[in-house]
């Protein structure tokens, strides 16, 4: 597809400094030739059956668990996620391409109630057109096959901007589509230090036909100015502010441990984390107390040691954001329980806040770092207003016994993910996507594959 590549840049291992692999610098011609190849491939593509098609995902699916360590690692070195995480991600990553192999078979038409006796009327289901994805670094895996594996069942071809800072497990994968037997031009890969201007390239085209895009609100908004020129179809999951609601009738014991593990993967640095915690303040005490345990206890170290479970932040700017929001919170009246500081490199130590009140940047802002600030309520509808006080709505938790409640609080929670009791609620059959500015549109499940897709009303005549 592209000429010999002459610019490269390095991907640093933010665990310690050390580049980990020098790669193609794409430029925009890159991109030109790109769509070149995905627009050739797709005039064959989309004409395999949905059979051909779920064969080669079958076969993807394989070779990933074969590969599941390999991944891994590469995840946990490129950009520092512990590995016991990373390897559940390669199930995770997997689970989308499982689930769209089979989704693929069942792309059906219908037949429709003619109104007039020389009618047959019916609806075909046909692939858009070539799709764009922007990937974020923080799911090197996961946000890839959540993309590609709708848009390459619909019969879509499919070209890809990873992150920057983790782009080596997509090529990985890719590399693993086309051992599946995945045809040239279907699955590009384009790597580049300096997106916008390659990306200006691909938005401008009008040839890409679908645009699906993981990352910061501000970029979104971007895309979908752009998108507008050329009425692509768009996808976005953007930022997220995540709520956890603890109530006082909650087991503490179990809602401590949703809380670690909602707040604390990856550092922390998820679009899902539980961002603000909010506990009822008659179980406040009790629960700051055994929270701050469980946190003391995640170790902080090499990311591919199997103990570890906070890893480093993914560069300098992550980390001056969350020292920079600590610092905020401190100095307007926060009270730290635990962490606070910086052991050194990009590694910051899994923290508590409490006496958290409104006008710090915490509450306002995601930190998309191992911080935890605990907010006290006493009514339910407070909690509520609180939780629903942010133009984000992506995830939101909440922990209770009581069924009438969990409803009601589900129900009045404006974000897109509700997890009841469940702080780790993804899974390749269900929908992701947010409320207002948190995105548009669904990816995951049936609702994922839609976008790709479009509808064609067929009207025949008898005569």
């Known amino acids: 597809m592209l000429d010999e590549i002459t610019r490269t840049f390095a991907v640093i291992n933010p665990a310690n400094g050390e580049i980990v692999e020098t790669i193609p610098d794409h430029t925009p011609e890159d991109a030109r030739r790109a769509v070149d190849a995905s627009a050739a491939a797709f005039e064959s593509w989309k004409h395999t059956t949905p059979y051909e098609r779920a064969a080669i995902m079958k076969r993807w699916h394989s070779l990933m668990l074969q590969h599941e360590e390999a991944i891994a690692r590469l995840m946990s070195t490129e950009m520092g996620k512990p590995i016991r995480e990373s390897r559940g991600e390669v199930r995770y990553a997997a689970g ?154 909650a087991d503490i014991d179990a809602a401590v441990k949703e809380v670690l593990a909602s707040k604390f993967r990856n550092a922390g640095q998820t679009c899902v984390c539980a961002n603000r915690v909010y506990v009822h303040d008659s179980i406040q005490a009790a629960f700051v107390e055994k929270f701050a345990a469980g946190v003391r206890a995640l170790q902080v170290g090499d990311p591919l040691d199997d103990n570890t479970a906070i890893g480093p932040l993914i560069d300098a700017n992550g980390l001056a954001k969350v020292q920079s929001q600590v610092a905020d919170a401190l100095a307007k009246g926060a009270h730290l329980v635990t962490g606070g500081t910086s052991p050194g490199g990009l590694y910051y130590e899994p923290t508590v806040l409490t006496d958290m009140k409104a006008g710090m940047v915490m509450l306002e802002q995601e930190t998309f770092g191992p911080v935890a600030p605990i907010i006290i309520f006493r009514e339910d509808a407070e909690a509520v207003r609180m939780a629903n006080d942010t133009p984000y709505g992506l995830a939101a938790y909440l922990y209770t016994r009581d069924i009438n409640r969990a409803i009601r609080v589900a129900e009045a929670l404006e974000y897109g993910i509700i997890g009841l009791n469940d702080g780790l609620p993804s899974t390749p059959q269900a929908p992701f996507g947010g409320f207002k500015e948190s995105g548009i549109g669904r990816e995951g499940g049936k609702w994922g594959l839609e976008p790709y897709l479009e509808v064609k009303y067929i009207s025949l005549g008898l005569h």
């Open 96 to 249: 989308f391409v499982e689930f769209y192999a089979e989704e693929a078979k069942r792309i059906n038409g219908e037949w429709l109630a003619t109104h007039a006796e020389n009618k047959r009327l019916w609806v075909i289901k046909q692939p858009v057109g070539p799709a764009l994805a922007i990937t974020p670094w923080n799911f090197p895996s996961a946000m890839v096959t959540r993309k590609a594996a709708p848009a390459l069942a619909a019969g879509c071809t499919f070209i890809l901007k990873p992150a920057e800072q983790s782009p080596l497990t997509a090529i990985y994968l890719a590399k693993l589509w086309a051992e599946a037997g995945g045809p040239a031009g279907t699955f590009e890969v384009l790597t580049t230090s300096d997106p916008a201007p390659l990306v200006d390239v691909l938005m401008a085209d009008f040839r890409i036909r679908k645009i699906t895009f993981t990352g910061s609100t501000e970029v979104g908004k971007l895309l979908y100015e752009k998108a507008a020129a050329t009425m692509k179809r768009i996808s976005m999951e953007l930022g997220g502010h995540a709520p956890f609601i603890v109530f006082e009738d």
